[in-house]
């Protein structure tokens, strides 16, 4: 059955209001200023501004309308087969302190949605990783026993309201779903109504680290703060080499309403099936929105279409009505690996004292994102330091079993950043780029990235990604130019949609007669 509407859009964007706070028109001071308006920026924002401190939010576009304005939305401790990786690869009791620190920004968020009377579709629920391959139950019983060792409600189980056989699952009690952008939108109003200033269409484009900081903007302006947090998702200014570890994920996202019965009310993880993510969010009196999430890849490889095309044939195949649901919605989710797989949240480098970073969620950011807020505030306000504060240090060394990731992490940026300019094109001229679609084609001996929109007009700019300078590829599905290198996302008019680029890709002209 064809839908007959099918919304490219996140779901929580197209049910909340827009943002209207002013772009700066002057230069600003303040204790300290937050690069990002996203969930990491926003809690650390509230946290700082309710301990008395005057605080500046520079977004660079809307406020929770970057990567928190699409996500999936789950606020959990589970992350999938994490606590046995972590007791193997690190200790137990680090995999305790990251259970307490996940748990506990649960907790925050259901106190702050109380405490501020927030209504962001609040819902208790259990979280559920699950295989059908019955011989990997073994990992699911390991995991289960990990989890319950780092303090969570965790069991293994073989009994699910899935409509589908599995082989068992560990399932997690104690965790919630909520409405992100419900939630950000209101914590963004009582954050200036306490005084913070929240100012968005400011990308920060400069910083000058010292005893005083000072940030310079895209429009000219200048920011002086004594501390600065970079929360970005993707660090802009990255004195500590953190893009040599990190790694940019993308996955996609459908969703559809269907029959309230029919919906799951639980959350559902599997790391079969290239990752395949499911749960329900409330639509209508009679349905819920089943969220399907899946395809993991790097930005910039393979064919987005294909990848949806394979997502959707999974939800029709495994979600009851989904395939019958008269709307849908899709979008896409964007999150950075980090080596060891713990967040980089703390000071940026081991050179500053005033300037600090949070990055590296690997696809929990809702969670990571408040225990960021909270981690960040004790660092600048001087109050008692969390027990995971040192688990989640930047400045931590690779350890020596992560040199082959880090090795073969590197190898695939040089594959792309040397490869993709052996290459003469990746098409041998303008004519061969069909409507609705972009490619890399030499002009006049530059590469550039050209696109033909729906009518046919032609436009081009720039191929190498102002971050490090790797060749961009188009995502045919989303209309954007990505860089396969380190993540950073453009407009096909070449503007910034993501870091950790800054600048936009620059505009070039189409030689010889309009083709």
Known sequence: MQRTAVVDESYWLTTTPETRYPAPDTDLTADVAVVGGGIAGLCTAW??????????????????????????????????L??????????????????????????????LCADLGIDADLEGAPAFTYLRDPERVHELREEAAAARRAGLDASFVTDTELPFAIAGAVRVEGQLQFHPRKFLLALAEHLTGAGGRVFER???????????CRLTTEAGGTVRARDVVIATHYPVFDRTLLFTRLTPRRELVLAAPVPSAAAPTGMYLTPEDGVR?????????????????GESFTPGTGDVRERYARLDAWARAHVPHFARADTG??????????????????????????????????GWGMSNGVMAGGLLAAHITGGPRPAWTDLYDPRRLPPVRDTGRLAAQQAAV?????????????????ADIPPGSGAVVRLDGHRCAVHRDASGQVSAVSARCTHLGCLVHFNNAEQAWECPCHGSRFATDGSVLHGPATRPLEPRGIPGPPA
């Open 329 to 362: 919605y899709r979008w896409a989710a964007q999150d950075n690996d980090s080596l060891d797989h713990l967040p980089y949240v703390g000071h940026a480098h081991p050179g500053t004292q005033h300037v600090y970073v949070a990055t590296g969620f690997g």
């Open 277 to 293: 993510s499911l749960r329900s969010a409330p639509y209508d009196q009679e349905r819920r929105l089943v969220i399907v999430t």
């Open 82 to 111: 994490r606590y046995a990786r972590l007791e193997a690869e690190h200790s137990a009791g680090d995999a305790r302190l990251y259970a307490l620190s996940q748990q506990e920004a649960v907790e925050r968020t259901a106190a």
């Open 202 to 212: 400011a990308r920060v484009t400069g910083l000058h680290d010292g005893h005083r």
């Open 414 to 430: 040089a594959k792309h950043f040397v490869g993709d300019r052996l290459h003469t094109a990746h098409v041998d001229s303008i």
């Open 47 to 80: 946290e700082l501004t309710r301990s008395g401190l005057d605080v500046v939010l520079l977004e660079a576009d809307r406020i929770a309308a970057g990567v928190s304005g699409y996500t999936t939305a789950k606020l959990s401790a589970a992350h999938g």
